[in-house]
């Protein structure tokens, strides 16, 4: 029994003792405006904001150090929760706890994601249509 208890403490120990990894992640990301209206994109805890008028798009990009893997989603270190305001006048926040969105911004699935061959960088396209106008006008808060 102290051969069993010892034999995991050793496992635990050397789990917990990894070397952070060196890997640089790179992601290039574009938001594509298909709407009708202005948009704003707010972070919950600033006040950066990306503004795309109707029928543009907006890119950036930005890296992350560490695990490959985990470096797979979006908007990733940009805020817990996104405020995204159409037209000046009416706000739908994604990642609420009042309500869901059917399509996060801050979700990776919701994206067209693709990757340079033998290279860790991403490429990530989100397209923001009348249908999230629709459902932002059902749920969301006017100004």
């Given at each position: ?14 789990i917990?003792?990894?070397k952070?990894?060196?890997i640089?992640t790179y992601?290039?990301a ?5 709407t009708?209206?202005?948009?704003k994109i707010t972070?919950y ?16 990009s ?8 985990r ?12 405020r995204i ?5 009416l ?7 009042r ?9 990776a699935?919701?994206y067209?994601?693709?990757q ?17 106008f629709?459902?932002a ?7």
């Amino acid at each position: 029994m102290k051969k069993y208890i010892f034999t995991l403490f050793a496992i635990a120990l050397i789990i917990s003792c990894r070397k952070e990894s060196n890997i640089i992640t790179y992601h290039n990301a574009e938001i594509i405006n298909n709407t009708s209206h202005s948009v704003k994109i707010t972070k919950y805890d600033s006040q950066d904001t990306i503004e795309i008028d109707s029928a543009q798009f907006y890119t950036f990009s930005y890296q992350v150090q560490g695990d490959a893997e985990r470096n797979r989603g979006f908007f990733e270190g940009f805020g817990d929760s996104l405020r995204i305001t159409y037209n000046d006048t009416l706000n739908v926040y994604h990642g609420s706890k009042r309500y869901n969105v059917a399509r996060d911004a801050r979700n990776a699935l919701f994206y067209t994601h693709s990757q340079t061959q033998g290279e860790d960088i991403h490429y990530y396209k989100y397209t923001l249509t009348n249908t999230d106008f629709n459902e932002a006008v059902m749920i969301g808060d006017s100004l």
